[in-house]
């Protein structure tokens, strides 16, 4: 079945840039996404890539997506202590393509 | 702020007994879908609706139902419940039977099951 993998930690320094990765299995699926989870909170959506996409940036934030290999990356320039938090992977799955395969979720956490 | 909202936020009840979650979309959009968090088998999906239709299947218990009103609004009715179906359980939306591009989430509601 479908799976999305991601590694489940991420530590980096205030100021450094944050790579966090992701392989997923669908090839068919259309868009890939990421979410951020704070502690207590809902999940909020970061970006989306559409699968014919190579990259996409958006501010602090680069997407890099490889379709050969099925993997995914989140990029976070400049990453700041606000940024600490659980980040998900989610590829698009089933018949027409509607609900959100996850992943387990990375946490980064983010020192000063 | 999302625009999807969901009541209640929190919800402690004890093994047996039978609750209901309830969620708003966002002001125009036709699918709803839940989802289930838990620490064992992460965000699951479990079920969707299209104005007023079951549209996709997750992986649903048997013991949880769900439905889609009229005004678009669902409820997630989960019964006989279990020490481990407690969890924080999503609701999202999206615009169209597709979802489009973005799935918008709620706040979620924590189910504790004592």
């Known amino acids: 079945g479908e799976d999305v993998e991601q590694s489940l930690f991420l530590s980096v320094r205030e100021g450094d840039s944050s790579v966090i990765n992701c392989t997923y299995t669908?090839?068919?699926?259309?868009?890939l996404y990421w979410y951020k989870q704070e502690p207590g909170a809902g999940l909020q959506l970061l970006t989306y890539?559409?699968?014919?996409?190579d990259m996409k940036q958006d501010q602090r934030l680069t997407v890099l997506l490889n379709k050969k290999d099925k993997h995914l990356s989140l990029r976070i320039a400049d990453t700041q202590t606000g940024d600490s938090a659980i980040y998900f992977c989610?590829?698009?799955?089933?018949?027409?393509?509607?609900?959100?395969?996850f992943g387990k979720g990375t946490t980064l956490s983010v020192s000063s | 702020d999302s625009g999807v909202t969901q009541t209640p936020k929190h919800l402690i009840t004890a093994t047996g007994q039978r609750v209901t979650l309830r969620c708003s979309p966002r002001s125009g959009d036709l699918s709803v879908y839940w989802y289930q968090q838990s620490l064992d088998q992460g965000l699951q999906f479990l079920i969707q609706y299209y104005n007023g239709e079951e549209r996709a299947k997750g992986n649903i218990l048997e013991r949880f139902s769900a439905q889609q009103f009229p005004d678009l609004h669902s409820e997630l009715n989960l019964s006989s419940l279990e020490l481990g179906d407690s969890a924080l359980y999503f609701c999202?939306?999206?615009?169209?039977?597709?979802?489009?591009?973005?799935?918008?989430f709620g706040p979620g509601t924590r189910l504790t099951v004592l």
């Open positions: 890539i559409f699968s014919n996409m």
């Open positions: 669908d090839s068919s699926s259309t868009y």
């Open positions: 999202a939306s999206s615009e169209g039977l597709a979802g489009g591009r973005e799935q918008f």
């Open positions: 989610a590829e698009k799955y089933g018949q027409a393509g509607t609900a959100l395969i």
